[in-house]
T-cell receptor, first 114, second 114 residues
Framework: KQEVTQIPAALSVPEGENLVLNCSFTDSAIYNLQWFRQDPGKGLTSLLLIQSSQREQTSGRLNASLDKSSGRSTLYIAASQPGDSATYLCAVRPLGGGADGLTFGKGTHLIIQP | ETGVTQSPTHLIKTRGQQVTLRCSSQSGHNTVSWYQQALGQGPQFIFQYYREEENGRGNFPPRFSGLQFPNYSSELNVNALELDDSALYLC?????????????FGPGTRLTVT
């Protein structure tokens, strides 16, 4: 059974710092990995999707890497801003593809202090 | 392009009652998945619908059921509500079987069971 772990569970840093959020998964037979942002009480916003054949994806100040063989992904946030405060969730889709759903971690609760 | 929408936003029900939640998928998407997110946890996969049939299911009992309509919208039905069913229910749409399976989530329905 796939398990996804995110470290740290919570993080509070001053504005302007560069951050690394970690995600690990137990079964490397994945189709893709997706990073999401969730504001309190809201739905999920997709940030980046990395296919299993890719090593990294970038969008603006965000960069996500994937090392499938070691079961790890990192989300790098450059020059953090107070508006980045949210919970960040990592999720993997199994190699079977469509019908098995995503397995999520519990998330990293991020606070950026002005 | 219209995103994923869900209704209602909030709902309060009594233990033992039945509830129906609704989801409209993003334009061009033919697959709908439902997730349950308890407070402080990552979302858990309930089931997925494609071509009006359930084609994948997580570890949820049969009292959780669903429908998908020809316009790809979907319903989640929960019978015999229990206190532990209190959660944020998220709907996600994607394309199947082609594409990246990138999931796009709606804003969720907050269900409280008393």
């Amino acid at each position: 059974k796939q398990e996804v772990t995110q470290i740290p569970a919570a993080l509070s840093v001053p504005e302007g710092e560069n951050l690394v959020l970690n995600c690990s998964f137990t079964d490397s037979a994945i189709y893709n990995l997706q990073w999401f942002r969730q504001d309190p009480g809201k739905g999920l916003t997709s940030l980046l999707l990395i296919q299993s054949s890719q090593r990294e994806q970038t969008s603006g100040r965000l960069n996500a890497s994937l090392d499938k063989s070691s079961g790890r992904s990192t989300l790098y946030i450059a020059a953090s801003q107070p508006g980045d405060s949210a919970t960040y969730l990592c999720a993997v889709r199994p190699l079977g593809g469509g019908a098995d759903g995503l397995t999520f971690g519990k998330g990293t609760h991020l606070i950026i202090q002005p | 392009e219209t995103g994923v929408t869900q209704s209602p936003t909030h709902l309060i029900k009594t233990r033992g009652q039945q509830v129906t939640l609704r989801c409209s998928s993003q334009s061009g998407h033919n697959t709908v998945s439902w997730y349950q997110q308890a407070l402080g946890q990552g979302p858990q996969f309930i089931f997925q619908y494609y071509r009006e049939e359930e084609n994948g299911r997580g570890n949820f009992p049969p009292r959780f059921s669903g429908l998908q309509f020809p316009n790809y919208s979907s319903e989640l039905n929960v019978n015999a509500l229990e206190l532990d069913d209190s959660a944020l229910y998220l709907c996600a749409s994607s394309t199947h079987p082609q594409g990246s399976y990138e999931q796009y989530f709606g804003p969720g329905t907050r269900l409280t069971v008393t």
